[in-house]
């Protein structure tokens, strides 16, 4: 068992959220739904962080922001797209500046649709990123180069709605 | 004796060749051999009077007394017409009423006074002169290249480099002097000698804020004559001696001489920059860094202290020894809050230096043992580092062009070997287990055993302090900022020697001071007090700082920049635009990353920190001077 | 003290203080989660997050800022072992500078805008405490005549009885040692976050598992530094101390969950005014009391 699943913490970032999913995120550190309990904690620092949690979709401007965000953290690490604006752009897909789910810029391992997500699906979410986490820490270990580029592939088939 | 004569001698006659040749080639050639061989006779000197720990001599010889009080006589005219001149009048003002005492002094009571001992050598003398003859003329060889670039700088204007060596050499002599006159006369003679070197060399580049800046260094200067004619005065008159070692034993025999120790103490404190006559050596920042170094850190502030120190067993809690130690406090704590207000490089180390200075002189003032080595400590370590300081700043003004901290950053991709030099330099300076840390922690104890709880109040807040404004350069120093192009090639062999030189030394010396303690400080204070005391420092905690420096040194030797982690760009909020110096600001323009160093003018503003020092400063002059002279009358 | 009790002092120090610090870290959180009404985590969480840190992927931003972070934990590891082998009090004081300049200088290396911020308030900070910190040592010097914790831990007197102003004050810049609200301006722990994580934001992996287990070596001889005021040479006063020391933990904890954080200004002129007050106050009736 791989202590990033007994402490994942946390990046939270809203790509263009009309901050409904977001504050539903920050609920559930409030003492009603408490992930501190899980060992999560919400870091605003991707260099810390394992997992990350994007609102909102993606357009011009935070397409490089998004990625900055990703590549600064540090293996292993899941994205969990909150919220349907995060999974494929929910009702402003079809605006000109809006290019679509987070999965257009970077890898997403979990998926947490709702409009806005409640804080029961997001714990769930972030439960099965563990998952993930998990997973990509056990291949991290045997061959760190050759598997980077596998699970880079893979994670693009492992999709899992929750 | 003939060390001794050769030491003040042989420097003067350089001067003098120095002033007449022209070249270059001649210049470097005379100031290398000569630096060498001064450096030699100093070395040579200690080892003479390493084993029996000095001797004081005779020296028979009127025609040096009326030699002395010639020159001294044509030295007061020349101020007097220079301040005429100028329309600096209280230069003039002081010098005639300073000179014609002295002369009168001389010619009436002083003739009739037999000298015994006129010169000597203690262990602190040798220790002095190791400090002069050492880092005074690593000074010197690096001005040769320093100078150059300086004259580069200055094309448009006459090169009067023979007249700026002239007056380091001349200078050199005038402290060896100073270190090795029993006869406070001629103390007094060489004292006034190194007052006019600084005089000149401040107005080296006669700029008028140069001129205006040498004045103030003058006249504050002379003030200190002042105090120190009327206290030779006095000695003469009511304690009929003119010699340092009489009126110690008068002293130590339980004999009252606080009057001439006040006055003497004063002189010592104007030539050492403490509150309320710290604005000299400010002022003094305008002129070339070797001089800097020289005169306004590592030697002949040193002067004042080191007659603070010589008159520390007559301190001590009588009515001179207080004014000492308060004095040296405030100044040490409203120097260190002044210090981190600044930005100019240059002012930090001048601010570093009277705050340092002022420590010294408080440790002089409480006058025990501990105190005392504490205060040559203070003294060799201070000399050694602060020079390395100072002239890394210089060779780092000459090749990026300011001498403000905040263009020193990146200093470490441009110029590495600088940065790691001045990174020692920063180090030592305040942090254990260097050597300066080593000796502020014996002041502290000696402050604390003294009693003195005002002064414990005053260190313990200067040191918070002090930290502050050497971290926060020191942060500066190491940051490592992207695409830094190497700029190294500049600088002078010389001044490579010199700085790779002082680095050593200030490393070796913390290594080694163990052993200075032993063999040289601790026989001197033998000696003056008749006592063995414990130190400040037990020697497990001294050899503990060795070791831990030991460490300090081996550890970035081994794993200092030796990572294979893959390197990714720092967090801008992710708007990092690739180089980590520059993020896409919010009008989708590209914005370059400023970082600034905290200066809390709020709470520490030069003006207020000088204006609350001086007021303490001059009160404490006033109270203990007519506390003393109404005592008297 | 001889040497055998040094060495046993540092070999305890070494071993337990990470055990110790981490979970009084986990007691930490969990009694503050306590507090905000939630169940909060296990109390061997900080042990998960150390352990999770060391596995991560190596990344850093620049080449020496391991280093200097790794030098800060060789360093405080050396002041506790000091202060655990009965050394020298201002030994201590001034190692724990040396440890402290290096994190600093590792925040400053990478020219990090919100590192930068950070490293300039912990300095801030260090220069806050440092006279209270200094007074400390001096009041324990004047009372059992020797600045060595062993001599103190043995002698005579118990240091609060003549020390409870330093001892109020110690406590007060505690807090900022601690790094607790109303003073953890530099690095805020956990839950909190300003300056993203300000000093800390460049570091990951396993330079910030060092980071932490230095913190619970550092917090260990904090508490020690409370333990000296409650010992003396009877048998029954290291029982008592400890306690002290628990309840502190725990009074400091109350105050980081009561305060927010607050401005710099007020951290350096409060502990100053504390530092002048009641440092000076209780230095002056010892000088006076012989």
New interface residues.
Partial sequence: MSYVTKSPWIIHYDGSSCNGCDIEVLACLTPMYDVERFGIINTGNPKHADIFLITGSVNEQNINVIKQIYEQMPEPKVVVAVGICATSGGIFKECYNVMGGVDTVIPVDVYVPGCAARPEAIIDGVVKGLGVLEEKRAAMGKKPAAVKAETKADSGKKKEEA | MSTILFLILFPFVVALALLVLKTDAARDVIVKVASVVIAAASVYLTVQYFGSGGEYFEFEGEIVNSLMMGIEICLAVIIFYLGVKYKKYLASLLVAIQTPIMVWFELSVGHGIHVTHNMYVDRLSLVMVLIIGIIGTLICWYSIGYMKDFQHHHHGEPDRRPWFFFLMFLFLAAMFGIVVSNNLVWLYFFWEITTLCSFFLIGYTKTKEAINNSFRALIMNLFGGLGFVLGIVVLGNFYETLELDQMLAIGLMGGSVVVPAALLAFAGITKAAQMPFNSWLLGAMVAPTPTSALLHSSTMVKAGVFLIVKLSPVLGWNLAGIMVMLVGGITFLMASFAAISQSNAKRVLAYSTVANLGLIVACGGIGTYAAVWAAIMLIIFHAVTKSLLFLCVGTAEHNIGSRDIEDMDGLFGRMPRLATFMIVGIAGMFLAPFGMLISKWAALKAVIDSGNVLLVMMIVFGSAATLFYWTKWLGKMVAIVAKRENIQQNVHKEEWLVLSSLTVLTIVICLIFPVVSSYLIVPYLEAVYSTVAALALSSGNMYIMSAMLALVVLLPLLFFGKTNKKIVPIYMAGVNLGDDLTFLGSMEKPMPVSLRNWYMEDYFAEKRMNVIGVIATVVVLVAAFSMIIGGVL | MNLTTSLIGIAAYLILAPIAGGLLAGID?KIS?RM???????IL?PF??F??L???????????Q???I??FL?FII?TGC?FFAG??L??VI??L??AS?FL??A??????????VG??RE??Q???Y??MV??TA?GF??VSGS?NVADIVTGEVMGIKYLPGIFLGFVFILTIKLRKSPFDLSMSH??H?EL??GM??????RT?AALEIAHWYENIFLLGFVYLFFVNQAAWTPVLAVIVCLVVYFIEILIDNSYARMKWQIA?NAS?IV??TL??VN??VL?FMG
Wanted: proline residues 6%; aromatic residues 16%.
């Fill in positions: 959180r989660a905000q009404g939630r169940y909060g985590p296990p969480q998960y997050d352990f999770k060391m596995e991560k992927e190596p990344i850093t931003v620049n080449k020496v391991d280093f200097y790794m030098c060789i050396i000091f050394g020298d201002l030994l001034f190692t500078t040396l300049i600093v200088v925040a400053f290396s990478s020219n990090s805008p919100y590192a930068q490293a300039e300095l801030l260090m220069m806050a440092e006279p200094l007074l001096v010097y004047l600045f956990h839950a976050q993203v994580k800390t934001t460049e570091f990951s992996g910030l350096i100053w530092a002048v440092g000076f230095l002056l000088y």
